[in-house]
């Protein structure tokens, strides 16, 4: 009769284990039988306790409708177990949120993890904009993308894609200079994207729209000096402020031979150029150069250094000089200055006459007839605009190679710049530097230069020193030069000597 008793409530207590009945069902009923002690029997059941298995509605039910509330008790058991679980929240404490929660227990645990444990996107912020800045360079499908001068404008991870319509709402050109907003890469992506300008080449995209393309600008003569004077005891700029000024938009050739220094002639006209004019922006360009040489270039100088080695393929040589020049041209159609120092011209057309699909055209030493047109569309790009703006390019030339291509080049490109500085060998075969040929150099035009006392000072100079050798004239400009403080009083010097 027991065991009859005690199987009546067991069935009465409530609903069993997956029993898909309602929360109403699964009400418990008071035993009509004596209650057995706590923890006593296989069958114990303690009303304060949470009910194990079924649905978490379930169980959540049933312990609301047992009274399972702060201030009524509880299961001693429950205290001493704890829940270690992250965010639960102890069972004896009132729930926060109204019936909702009720319903859906889960819901308080998650809010409570949160506060704890913020979400990933609150603590990184992945969809964020970030600034960038690179130099555009479209494709032939219609996007672009924005390189990256520390890459040397080559494909690089911190590319920008550009979509076509912002290339086209924006009136982008190749080689424009942008600022912009992008957005990280998503899943499936490859690189930032581009979601807004806020300049071109340091102006509004409002006011680049007016700009006139870099070949429809108007070109003048240099008349505006760029003083290399910068410490007296540089003897190599004060001898070229005094016999080939540059001015800007100049386009200069340095004619050079192997090892007559002008690595280091460039590198102190690039240092003289930043420290006098800040704002000039100055670009060095090296072409097919030693790797060693281009660290010593870009830790030397304040500037902008692109360089291609000697192991790339001229390909890259020619794709570098062509970004480099479009960003130029770009910057000068906003009214910029802008200063790129080349070394060297004669290994630009020698990488363009690789790449120059044949012809049936050769000239004498291996040149292509159609090669040279594209380096000499570089150098002649030199030019001072008139409203404002110039682009000056100083070029080195090699002669004396013992390569006949190398004769023929510096032969196209003799007679196209306006300032021409030579270099001799014998000078530098016993260490006298800088080994400037003063006879030999000049600028075109240095009147608009230099003024009037000083020039007619400096022809007296030159019809002094045109009889001597150039190792006899550059000794005795050195020994009066190391005296004085500046050129003028050089001068000075001279006219009381």
Partial sequence: ???QEEASEDSESGPSFGSPSSPQDAAPRRSRGPRQEEGSGPHSTDRFAPRQGGSPSERQGFAERQGFRAGHGGDSRNEQRGDFRPGASPRNEPRQGGPQDARNPQANRNREWEKRDPKPSDRYAFESVIQIEGVLEPTPDGFGYLRSSDYHYLNSPDDVYVPGHMIKSFSLKPGDT????????????????LTGVESINGLSPAEIRDRVPFDYLTPLFPNEQLRLTHRAENLSMRIMDLFTPIGKGQRGLIVAQPKTGKTILLKDVANSISFNHPEVYLIVLLIDERPEEVTDMARSVNAEVIASTFDEPADKHVRIANLVLEKAKRMVECGHDVVILLDSITRLARAYNTVQPASG??????VDANALHKPKRFFGAARNIEGGGSLTILATALIDTGSK?????????????????????????????????????????????????????????????????????????????RGTLSNEEFLMSMNRG
């Fill in 1 to 3: 009769m027991d065991e």
């Fill in 178 to 193: 942008v600022r912009a907003k992008v957005r990280p890469p998503r899943e499936g992506e490859k690189y930032y994207i």
């Fill in 361 to 366: 055209k050769i000239l004498s030493g291996g």
């Fill in 405 to 481: 291509m190398d004769e023929v080049i510096f032969e196209e490109f003799k007679g196209t710049g306006n300032m021409e500085l030579q270099l001799d060998r014998k000078l530098s075969n016993k260490r006298i530097y800088p080994a400037i040929d003063v006879t030999a150099s000049s600028t075109r035009r240095d009147d608009l230069l230099m003024d009037k006392d000083m020039l007619k000072k400096m022809y007296i100079l030159r019809n002094h020193l045109a009889d001597m050798t150039s190792q006899e004239a550059m000794e005795l400009l050195l020994n009066h030069m």
